[in-house]
């Protein structure tokens, strides 16, 4: 265990709380739906992943543009914008992120707590603003952090600019949460260590080979194994 004070910055989403779970069910009820007459389910998650990825560079993160993939799918697939008829399904796709229930991933209180004892808690998620401030909100986590930042993606130059703003020092640390692209390949660019902490349903686009020779990256199982390192 490091007895030295740390600064533990925490991802969110799939990190802290479930999240991508939802967009899994709406996109397995969305393909029932749509009933395609010669495309499989995995071809159309394909396209559909095709259709995010360029939403993303353009609009963003966040369950509006997700949403905006899925109309743009269907378009592309149906060669016709949606109509009237299909407006209530979608009303009832975006209902899935709007209801105000937050699934937090274990015993999360009680780590964050414990981690506090010792050392400093911050919060960083990315997608839009708005959005994420609910989801913290909701979950009743916030007065846990000495600082709590929403971005818009995460990039090791995001990574420096908090770093510095907070005055931490980089070689304490460390980054925590469950995507490999944003949250651990990133913050490794920056200069912080970090926890990788897997989540079976991390989102497809984060997924990222991590190099099993860097010792700057610890790999736990659960939250509650934080307690065994710091």
């Avoid at 993939?69 to 209902?95: I, K, N, W, Y």
Wanted: aromatic share 8%.
């Amino acid at each position: 265990m490091l007895t030295a004070r740390q600064n533990l910055i925490f991802d969110a989403d799939d990190t802290l709380w479930e999240n991508n779970v939802i967009f899994e069910r709406v996109v397995d009820d969305y393909i029932a739906w749509l009933e395609h007459p010669t495309l499989s389910h995995t071809e159309i998650r394909r396209i559909l992943a095709d259709i995010e990825e360029a939403n993303i560079v353009t609009h963003g993160y966040g369950s509006q543009v997700f949403l905006r993939s899925l109309a743009d799918c269907f378009t592309h697939l149906m060669q016709r914008p949606v109509g009237t008829g299909e407006r209530e399904r979608f009303d009832e796709f975006a209902a899935a992120f709007t209801s105000g229930k937050l699934e937090l991933i274990g015993p999360v209180h009680d780590v964050l707590d414990d981690l506090a004892t010792r050392h400093d808690l911050f919060l960083m998620t990315k997608g839009a603003h708005d959005e994420q401030q609910r989801k913290i909100d909701a979950s009743g986590l916030a007065d846990r952090f000495a600082g709590v930042h929403i971005v818009a993606t995460k990039t090791p130059e995001v990574y420096r600019r908090i770093v510095a703003e907070a005055d931490l020092d980089p070689d304490r640390t460390w980054m925590i949460g469950n995507s490999p692209k944003s949250d651990i390949i990133a913050a490794r660019a920056a200069g912080l260590r970090a926890v990788f902490v897997p989540h079976p349903n991390t989102w497809a686009h984060e997924h990222a080979d991590l190099d099993p020779t860097d010792d700057g990256i610890v790999e736990v199982a659960a939250l509650t194994d934080l307690r065994r390192y710091f």
